[in-house]
Structure formats: C-alpha cells, structure tokens
C-alpha cells in the first residue's frame, strides 16, 4: 500500500512561490493528483498528472500559475504568484488523471502540507 508524504508547505507573501513535494514508494505507477482543502470548505482537486507525465490538468483557479511534474519517486507542485486563496491544507493522493478529477475516487492520501499565503 502506498504511503504519501507531502513537504515543501509554508508561509509565503502574496505572489511569492512554494515548491511542494509528494514522495512515495513505487509511486511511478500510478496517476497522482494534488488537492487542496482550507477551513469550512470542501477538499477540491489542484492538479493532476499521469503516471507517464505525459499528460496533465489543472483547476481554472491555478491555470498558468502553478505546475505539476514527476520523476521515479515524487511528484512536484511548483506554485507561483501565490495568492491569499491558495491559502490551504495540500495533498497528494493516487487516483484517476481526467479532465473533472475529483477527490472521491483517490486513495492513498497523505496527512497533507499547510500552505500560508499572508502579507
């Protein structure tokens, strides 16, 4: 079974950048998403990658500011112009990589990365 730990979370000032990082076992098999949840709201998809990396998804809300990426053991999240509303809890999971991914049907989440963006 797989383990995830996400890292590279912390408190950052408007637009500035975070890299995060999500390590696993044998995690090169497996399509892998990154979410977010912040207080009071549900936990929504970020972005997605396939296991090749030949394919990726991201919300409208981070579109042209953040990146996914991978190699044999970690998928990356590379978040720029980092605004207050990115401000969350962030986590990796295994999971389908489609157009409408979805939180529901990933397994294998970590215990997630706090990310702070605050002036």
């Known amino acids: 079974q797989l383990q995830f730990v996400e890292s590279g979370g912390g408190l950052v000032h408007p637009g500035g950048s975070l890299t995060l990082s999500c390590a696993a076992f044998s995690l090169g098999s497996y399509h892998i998403g990154w979410f977010r949840q912040a207080p009071g709201k ?3 998809g970020v972005s997605c990658i396939t ?4 394919w990726t998804n991201y919300a409208d809300s981070v ?3 953040f990146t996914i ?3 044999n053991s970690t998928v990356y999240l590379q978040m720029n112009s ?5 401000t969350a809890i962030y ?8 157009k409408n ?10 215990q997630g990365t706090q990310v702070t963006v605050s002036s």
């Open 42 to 44: 549900e936990r929504e």
């Open 51 to 54: 296991n090749g990396g030949g």
């Open 63 to 65: 579109k042209g500011r």
């Open 69 to 71: 990426s991978r190699d």
């Open 82 to 86: 980092l605004k207050p509303e990115d």
């Open 91 to 98: 986590y990796c999971a295994a999971g389908p990589c489609v």
């Open 101 to 110: 991914f979805k939180p529901g049907v990933y397994r294998y989440w970590g």
